[in-house]
């Protein structure tokens, strides 16, 4: 662990180019710069720019690990404008106990039995998404993976059905599209001052989510199978603090909003970058449909774990120092920024020989360990919905192999764009499907398949 020191500052060493010169190129071109400094200055490099100032990059694997087990009083999230655009019930706005209290009571809901409870809703939203999808014509796979994803989450997470599904699928996105670019403003301009401004246009869709999420939260609680119900809301409605204290229901929304907004483009993003490896690797997407067809699931698994790897949606963890600590051979500063780097370790080749190889068999002895693997993150801010995401992505590529064949490319790999929430694939994640002949489909799933389409 990081520990408390008074030795002299003795910060990595990193470029000497001015400050906001810097801070273009880490704007315009993070993935590259990252990867270059890493090879002129070591694993561990500080750069210098605008609004963050003086920030350390780390990517040492024993470094990170003691980053994530150091203590909250001397190492901290930094403060989220994610958190303040969703609100103050959300994971993101808060720290210390009551943070550690509310990871607490949001672990229960996405782990063990209750994960593969959602397997069918998973299966059925990728059913229903794939009946439209164009054969032997190219078309871009990830604006169809939010669909699924956000379908999904809505009907788990939040138990909607009927005109609540109908009236979420509207809204969310919406909230998505206007948060993602209002949590880039200072803070005097989120203000709300009317309906033409940024934060008058994303608080009235908020208030119209927050209506059905109390809709849904009054029909939870007044249901008479409410104890038989397994949706997260409900699940939060139940949990109580130690004190014997519920979650309120105005935190409870701001959760709810917190998974769909964490989750749902994240999970997409990736799945998209799934495909796009795939479709470079024909025989491994051969291999993929047979297990499929076989009832295994192993080598989708590892597929999941190298894609992970290979393509992390998310490239760093953001941290921040409140007192002067060591940190192997450093010595930082108090309120320094520090960057987990996601990409580096995942391309260390002493950790994955020929590192650049998208190779799922590399899992073969098992699974990828942290910290060399943290797509999740880690210590005590991993994701609560890392197995969640997992069982959606393993779900969803069990159903498109047994539906679809996806027809193999030789195009230059898609290079990452930034949407801001996620790193996608530049052009969306293309595919050309042809769909299964029925007589290569097992009778599950044919019948499976027209139930999609009742």
């Keep these: 662990m990081a520990e408390v020191t008074t030795d002299p500052v003795r910060l990595p060493p990193g470029p000497r180019i001015p400050k906001l010169l810097q801070g273009l190129i880490m704007l315009t071109a993070r993935h ?47 403060g989220h404008n994610l958190g303040q655009t969703i609100g103050p019930g959300s994971t ?43 054969e032997e014509v190219e078309f871009e796979t990830l604006e169809p993976m939010m669909r699924i994803t956000l379908n999904a989450i809505l009907r788990a997470v939040f138990g909607a059905e009927g005109e609540a599904l109908e009236k979420l699928r509207d809204l969310v996105p919406r909230a998505v599209a206007l948060g993602s670019r209002f949590v880039l403003l200072p803070a005097a301009a989120r203000r709300d001052l009317g309906s033409w401004s940024p934060g008058g246009r994303y608080n009235r869709v908020r208030q119209a989510i927050d209506d059905v999420i ?50 749902h483009e994240t999970t997409a993003t990736q799945l998209s970058w799934t495909i796009e490896r795939l479709r470079r690797h024909p025989e491994l997407l ?29 490239d760093n963890i953001p941290r921040r120092t409140l007192q002067r600590v060591r940190l192997g051979e450093w010595v930082i500063p108090p309120e320094t920024n520090m960057f987990i780097s996601i990409q580096l370790p995942h391309s260390d080749g002493q950790h994955y020989p020929d590192a650049e190889r998208f190779d799922p068999d590399r899992y073969a002895q098992g699974a990828p360990k942290p910290p060399s693997w ?81």
């Design 32 to 78: 590259q710069a990252v990867s270059a400094l890493a090879r002129r200055y070591g694993t561990e490099f500080t750069v210098n720019v605008p609004v963050l100032g003086r920030t350390v990059v780390i990517s040492d694997p024993a470094l990170i690990k003691d980053v994530f087990g150091t203590h909250r009083d001397i190492i901290v999230r930094p």
């Design 92 to 134: 993101f706005s808060l720290e210390g106990e009551e943070h550690l209290e509310r990871h607490r009571l949001l672990v229960p809901p996405f782990h063990g039995k209750r994960i593969h409870g959602y397997e069918s809703i998973v299966e059925q939203e990728v059913l229903r998404e794939i009946a439209n999808w164009p």
């Design 214 to 263: 109390n809709g849904l939260i009054d029909k939870a609680r007044s249901d008479p199978a409410f104890a038989d119900r397994a949706d997260v809301l409900t699940l939060l409605l139940e949990a109580r603090y130690d004190n014997g204290e519920p979650i309120s229901d105005s935190h409870i929304a701001d959760e709810l909003l917190t998974m769909v907004v964490a989750g």
């Design 286 to 314: 051969d291999r993929l449909t047979a297990e499929a067809d076989a009832g295994g699931s192993d080598l989708r698994q590892a597929v999941i774990w190298e894609s992970q790897r290979t393509r992390p949606v998310i």
């Design 374 to 454: 943290i797509p999740f993150g880690g210590g005590i801010n991993r994701c609560v919905g890392a197995s969640f995401a997992n069982m959606e992505m393993d779900v969803a590529l069990r159903t498109l192999l047994s539906q679809l064949h996806f027809v193999p490319t030789d195009a230059p790999a898609e290079q990452l764009f930034d949407r801001g929430v996620a790193l996608a694939p530049k052009h969306g994640g293309l595919a050309v499907i042809r769909r299964r002949k029925p007589g290569e489909l097992s009778e599950q799933q044919t019948l499976t398949s027209a139930d999609a389409t009742k």
